[in-house]
DNA sequence: TCGGCTTGCGTAAGCGCTTACACTCGTCTC
DNA sequence: GAGACGAGTGTAAGCGCTTACGCAAGCCGA
């Protein structure tokens, strides 16, 4: 492995110059960078990354963590956030919330106190508040994303917005009868309830239902296709069901097409059914969808890391909420008269 | 951040005795341990990532190259290994081979040799020559994992006794019109058919079609849900149409079965369908899969790749093939008299 | 013509660890 | 009782970069 010195001694000239002209950082006349960048070439010299990282005090590696690696809104999301961070030069290292206490303690108390990490985007973890206070502790910049408290800010959906936004498409068509399957309050970890995602989104279908005059009902679950299947079996299999079933996740909607075919019932003839994120299968099922646009959202938050990474201080912009829209297919259709 | 000697200094020993006592590498007295651990929990000392790595060599950490990170398989396998490697105290980067051809060169380049991973994973990429003799020179341990090439060995699956116990459930069941969906051999980028996944499940569909005398069908897809409906569509529209498709994946088997609802046939009455995969939806959708355990492959390699970073130059095993198991679920019948 | 600026580069001091080597003691062994 | 040995610790030399500082040279305006 070639060194610096290697390097230098190659270009003739000092390892500050060849740090300099390699780097960008510091003035370099063009014919030295042009010799230094030749020589570094033909030796084949990658400069170190922990003596670089040592020396500077910059990673040029952020720190990601995410609960569930598998599912899929995460893994989307972490492909956008590699999209803007891979061209600028910066790795990304995974940090799982571990289910074990343990480990997740050891993440916040340990692993991230290395200095490996320039930065950290944290994705919808309920963190604790001795969490939240090791995160502040690092003094790192922090980006969220669909953070479920509002201590560290980040960036947020309007997720109130969305549910109301499926509700009134389901109102729009004429529905009245509407269920939500979502997340109960509390459901696991330190949330509240005014930033908490799948909370948010149940008030806004509460807040359109009332609107409109409607009732509301609501069935808890959690997210995944066999949750949203079994709470929309309780729901169809009630004496009067509803007309219209608003799932809080496009997954949790899958569960709720099944159900419906299990007992025979017809979509979007019997029943409508809609979800929210913009899922892979969406299209193909036809399934009606508000689209969050998870890989746009990683996007987001890899250009929000690195601005606070390079920035002045300044905090990142967290005041605008990220878009979403209404995607309207086969599975929402008017109430049978 | 309290340093090495700030410890040393309150444990009143040298930082020699404090990095060994916190290493446990070299030996220390019981007593000197105790002293420096608890000097270093009340500093709240958390050895700095770069510095060690410089000092010593070892990085901690575990490059996972992956192609399309949203893909449900990968995620799954990402989430094995980190499954085994955060208890162990390894950090995971992850490298997203990017579509860009400069990116990915650039990878292997120079991300790779900055000295930041103590080995690497790869999954499923079809690496070129360039690329492959670039991670040999690294001289870091590598294992792959389901690798459409042989030169650098890995993990893998009978993928061709897959193909075969596959094709032998249907023709169990009386089938003798079988059609396989799977990818088309040498479908981009530079594999072997000898390693290659999908051609190797597919020669394994041919080897037990031939074996029962019956003519095998094969049409080409990529490997997603829209591509295995569009297949099946073709299939199913033909004169005359097999009574049974065998995926190469399950989320192509999804595609074959909304192909079938679009068309109107029943499945399983009409048309037997199964995948290969074990994807989270299948239960669900009763779906007749070979299950090739994507977790646990995590798991196995995350361990063979711990085992190659402490070992003594052995090289990790490969011989043995990775388990997969038949599930039989609702979507596969005997075919109607 | 001269002081002051800018530009380009070298010198050298770290960054915060790890570890080879040396040293001091007890403990054994014969 | 002397020599050998192993256990426990300290000393100090790096690991391979970055960058503050200093210096020389060229340039400018007054």
Request: aromatic share 6%; glycine share 10%; net charge negative.
């Amino acid at each position: 492995m070639a060194s610096l010195d290697d390097v230098a001694r190659a270009a003739g000239v000092s390892t500050a110059t060849v740090s300099r002209a390699l780097s960008g950082r510091g003035r370099t006349s063009e014919a030295t960078r042009a010799r230094v960048r030749a020589a570094a070439d033909a030796l084949g010299y990658v400069a170190s990354a922990s003596a670089s990282s040592l020396a500077s005090g910059r990673a040029e590696n952020i720190g990601v963590i995410v609960p569930l690696m598998d599912r899929w809104f995460f893994a989307t999301v972490l492909d956008g956030i590699a999209s803007r961070l891979a061209p600028r030069g910066y790795d990304i290292t995974l940090y799982n919330v571990a289910a074990d206490p343990g480990q997740r303690q050891r993440l916040f108390d340990r692993t991230l106190r290395r200095g490996r990490v320039d930065g950290v985007i944290v994705l919808s973890v309920a963190l604790t508040d001795a969490e939240i206070a090791a995160l502040d502790a690092l003094e790192l910049p922090v980006v969220g994303l669909g953070l479920p408290r509002g201590e560290l800010g980040g960036l947020r959906v309007d997720d109130t917005a969305v549910g109301r936004a499926a509700t009134e498409h389901l109102l729009g068509l004429g529905h009245r009868d509407i269920a939500h399957i979502g997340q109960s309050v509390d459901a696991g970890g330190p949330s509240d309830p005014a930033y908490d995602v799948p909370t948010r989104r149940r008030r806004g279908f509460e807040a359109a239902m009332a609107d409109a005059g409607a009732t509301p009902r609501f069935v808890p679950s959690d997210f995944t296709v066999e949750g949203g299947r079994r709470a929309a079996v309780a729901l169809l299999s009630a004496p009067t069901r509803p007309t219209a079933i608003f799932a809080a996740s496009d997954e949790m909607a899958y569960g709720a097409l099944t159900a419906a075919r299990e007992i025979g019932l017809r979509v979007p003839e019997d029943l409508s059914v809609m979800g929210v994120d913009g899922h892979d299968f969406a299209e193909l099922f036809g399934l009606t969808t508000i689209d969050q646009f998870p890989h746009a959202q990683g996007e987001r938050a890899g250009e929000a890391i690195l601005a606070a990474v390079a920035g002045d201080g300044e905090p990142v912009d967290t005041s605008s909420s990220l878009p979403f829209a209404l995607v309207t297919r086969r599975t929402t259709a008017p109430p049978r008269a």
